[in-house]
Structures are given as structure tokens and as C-alpha cells.
């Protein structure tokens, strides 16, 4: 059978810290409800102790959203947690995400802690988050960069204390996929009670290693992957949701699988965009402008005859209408035969080869034909054109 694997959704928490993408308690809540029909497992919802706004968009999230978990993010701080724990009450599933750095350079630049200092830490905080709600996320930030012995260390400490989910962040994006695929692996191995918890994948985007690193971790074993919508965070993003849900779905061998309704990923991403004011790239995976769209001739042929030859995402399945084939000076006639036909009109074998040549001309001097200029090409043939 599938082993299911837990969707974390961070838009509104990590994603709302790029600069310009602040959103109001309205538009959270707006998002909220489509992460929650989306099929999303638990939904982090914000920062309270940040400011009285952050804190009131947890509140409002807590009371409104009934089948995701609603987590609120804290520092290993007293009055963190217990702000989170306030602006959590409400909530069907609550969640407290506490934690602090284990990394040498978190340790001892940032923290000014010893090692010791950070294992107290790490057990006087989930013992704290423990006393308010029954599920306690325990993170180790920069876990990517700490030694994996130290690593071990602290997560036994955590899951003793009683968390249920341990986040192991590759907070710089630094980790190569079969290095931190062996770090969750270790900890599987030699954390003594990690079968009573939960592993989490948190990675970040500035390698371009995000989504690789988060499949890497769920192969090992990790049961969790926290991500967010078009992949937006601080500096180059976390792990995509769409294309981690997407892998999962589109290779069966691994037997895994999620509660995401992948019919929703480009409505969702669109919606993101939009409230977020964050464009999406035009190639992004899945639910980028081109990521079903064909303009090489060679391509282009392929799938009017076979789908399967260049697509191995049906768009129906992400929720976008159909591909399309884009008429460059790249295309070929049976990309400007089929566009044809879609607009109604047929070309006898001379006739299309005179079109497509003056076509040709035409692409040359405007990139991009679109279907008013097709429609000009044929004008003086005897054809019917809707």
C-alpha cells in the first residue's frame, strides 16, 4: 500500500515574509479556505508574537478552517509559545511549530549558546508548547549545515519532550539531494524513539535543489514536506507544493501519496499570484504559461499525434483547460494544419503549403502568430472560417 505523506502548507507564513507580499487577515483567510479544498494537511498560518495583525490572522484562522490543522510558528521563547498557544484557541487541530538553530554557525554567531545550552532548549520548549496543544513541531533550524551526531542529539531530545513532528530545514538551501537524504536516513537510524514522530522536510530554493532535496527526504523516510504555492519564500523560495504533490503522483514505484486534489494546483496558483502580487515565471514546473504550452515544430508534431510524446502531465489533472501550440517561425505545417482546423478551417494539400509559407513570412516579422492573423492568411481561400 501507499505510504501517505503529510502536505505542511507555508504560503502565509513563510511566503508572506517576501518583501511586498504581506497580506491582510481577509486575504489569508481567502487563501486559507482554497489551501483547506486544496486537500492541505496542515496549514501554517503565521507568526503571532510578530505583530498584533500576524496574531489576529492566526485567531481568524483558527476559528474558520475545519479540516486542515492550523499551525502558528514560535521561537524557543516562553512568550512565543504561549502567544501562539492564545491565538490558536479555536482551532479543531492545533499545532505549535517551536525551535531554535543547531547549526555551528547558528550556535555560536547568532545564539551565543553552547551545544548543551541548545539540548536544555530544545526540551524546556516542546515540554512548554506540550502544556497548551497535544501537537508540538519541534524545528531545527539550519539543520542542513549541522553535523548529523549533533543533529541526533537534539531531535532525541525533542521527541522525549513530546513532539510529534521533528522539521529537519535545510534553511540555506545548501544540501545536494543524497546528502540530505542521508541526514534524514541518520536520524531514522539512531535517534532512539523517532518512530514515535514524525519527520519533516523543509527546504529552500537557493540552489535550486528544493524539490529534489524534499523528495530525497520522503525516500528516506521523512513523512512530512512543508512547501508552499508557486514555491514563494524568503530569498529564492521553499520546496514547490505543486511540483512535490505532482513527483509523488506521477511515479507510482514510490509508492507514496497525498490528499491533494491536484485538479486545483493551477487555480490555486493563479489565485496566489494574484492576491500575493508575485508573478509566476512563464516556465515554471506544472503550473507555469508554458508548462503545457509547444512551439518547436518536432515537438509540436508529437503530441497533435500523441500526447504522451512530450507531455507526462495531462493538464486536465493540474487543473488547466488543454496544451497549446504556440505558431513561431519554429513551427511546422502540422502545428499550422491544426490550429487551422481549430478555428474551422480546411486546407486542401496545395493550399496548405502556399499558407504556410506565406505563414512563414509572417512569423518572421511578428514572433508570436495568433489567431486573428491566421485568420488573415486565409482570406482569399475558399474555406469556411467560423
Known sequence: MARRIAIFD???????????????????????????????????????????????????????????????????????????????????RPRIHTGLGTSDQHVFT?????????????????????????????????????SNEFLAQVIEVAVAAGAKVVNIPDTTGFCLPEEYGAKIKYLIDNVKGIENAVISAHCHND???????????????????????????????NTSLEEVVMVIKKHPELALETGINTQLLFPISQMVSQTMCMPVQANKAVVGSNAFSHSSGIHQDGVIKNRDNYEIIDPYEVGV???????????????????????????????LEETYQEFLEMADRINVVEDKDLKYLVKNHEVIVK
Open 10 to 92: 507555508t504560503t502565509l507564513r513563510d511566503g508572506e515574509q517576501v518583501p511586498g507580499c504581506g497580506l491582510s487577515k481577509n486575504e489569508k483567510l481567502k487563501i486559507a479556505k482554497e489551501l483547506e479544498a486544496l486537500g492541505v494537511d496542515v496549514i501554517e498560518s503565521g507568526f503571532p508574537i510578530s505583530s498584533p495583525g500576524d496574531f489576529e490572522s492566526v485567531r481568524l484562522l483558527s476559528k474558520e478552517i475545519k479540516n486542515s490543522s492550523i499551525c502558528a510558528l514560535s521561537r524557543a521563547v516562553k512568550n512565543d509559545i504561549e502567544t501562539a498557544a492564545r491565538a490558536l484557541e479555536g482551532a479543531v
Open 110 to 146: 547568532k545564539l551565543n549558546f553552547t551545544r548543551e545550552q541548545v539540548l536544555e532548549k530544545a526540551h524546556e520548549c516542546v515540554t512548554h508548547a506540550r502544556s497548551f496543544v497535544d501537537e508540538v513541531e519541534f524545528y531545527a533550524e539550519d539543520a542542513g549545515r549541522t
Open 207 to 237: 540552489l535550486g535543489l528544493a524539490t529534489a532535496n524534499s523528495i530525497a527526504a520522503i525516500k528516506n523516510g521523512a513523512g512530512q514536506i512543508e512547501c508552499t504555492i508557486n514555491g514563494i519564500g524568503e530569498r529564492a523560495g
Open 321 to 351: 483547460n488543454k496544451s497549446s501550440i504556440i505558431l513561431t517561425a519554429r513551427s511546422g505545417r502540422a502545428a499550422l494544419n491544426f490550429r487551422l482546423i481549430e478555428l474551422g478551417v480546411h486546407l486542401g494539400k496545395e493550399e
